[in-house]
């Protein structure tokens, strides 16, 4: 069984960084594409990022260039580096594994 806990979410002001991370149990993250979703309040779950076993990454239009997607595979974790927010970018960050094992989400707040 697949644990993810993700955590570095918080209040920011606009402009600002946060770096999420997202720890995995288990021996079996390397071999796994990590993905990044967020929900904002009233609205339907989003992908974000993804980034696959070998480090190859994607991004949703609105981040791309603000969000950076990393792992570090020695320490079964996932990393959003996430810059220039912005009060859209208000939301619950999820972690996946494959698509299929979810973490139980970080709340991220930008506003001044």
């Known amino acids: 069984q697949v644990q993810l806990v993700e955590s570095g979410g918080g209040l920011v002001q606009p402009g600002g960084s946060l770096r999420l991370s997202c720890a995995a149990s288990?021996?079996?993250?390397?071999?796994?594409?990590m993905g990044w979703s967020r929900q904002a309040p009233g609205k339907q779950r989003e992908w974000v990022a993804s980034?696959?076993?070998?480090?190859?990454?994607e991004y949703t239009d609105s981040v791309k260039g603000r969000f950076t997607i990393s792992r570090d595979n020695a320490k079964n974790t996932v990393y959003l580096q996430m810059n220039s927010l912005k009060p859209e970018d208000t939301a619950v960050y999820y972690c996946?594994?494959?698509?299929?094992?979810w973490g139980q989400g970080t709340l991220v707040t930008v506003s001044s």
């Open positions: 980034i696959t076993s070998g480090g190859s990454t």
């Open positions: 288990g021996s079996i993250f390397s071999m796994y594409v």
């Open positions: 996946n594994m494959a698509g299929v094992w």
